[in-house]
Nanobody, 116 residues
Framework: QVQLVESGGGLVQPGGSLRLSCAAS????????MGWYRQATGEQRELVAV???????AYADSVKGRFTISRDNAKNTVYLQMNSLKPEDTAVYYC??????????WGQGTQVTVSS
């Protein structure tokens, strides 16, 4: 069984930066298929960044060039570096592991608030 725990959220001013961490307990199937989602109040949960096949990455257009997903395989940890934050980035951010028929796992979420 896989458990995902996010951390690193908080309150930051526009233009600031945060680094989110997702620590995975248990043995994950692969880094490929792991990613970050977010959900703002009253909106649908949306993909932010994800590792695709071969360790490649994909990003939502709204965060491309500002956010970077990375990993530390030895620590079973996935990161999301968020720079040049905007108020519209305010949301609960969720770590996700999606491996087809092997399961779809979610962390508990961490709040990111961008406000002056």
């Amino acid at each position: 069984q896989v458990q995902l725990v996010e951390s690193g959220g908080g309150l930051v001013q526009p233009g600031g930066s945060l680094r989110l961490s997702c620590a995975a307990s248990g043995t994950i199937f692969s880094i490929d298929g792991m990613g970050w989602y977010r959900q703002a109040t009253g909106e649908q949960r949306e993909l932010v960044a994800v590792f695709t096949s071969g360790g490649n990455t994909a990003y939502a257009d709204s965060v491309k060039g500002r956010f970077t997903i990375s990993r530390d395989n030895a620590k079973n940890t996935v990161y999301l570096q968020m720079n040049s934050l905007k108020p519209e980035d305010t949301a609960v951010y969720y770590c996700n592991g999606k491996w087809g028929g092997r399961g779809d796992y979610w962390g508990q979420g961490t709040q990111v608030t961008v406000s002056s």
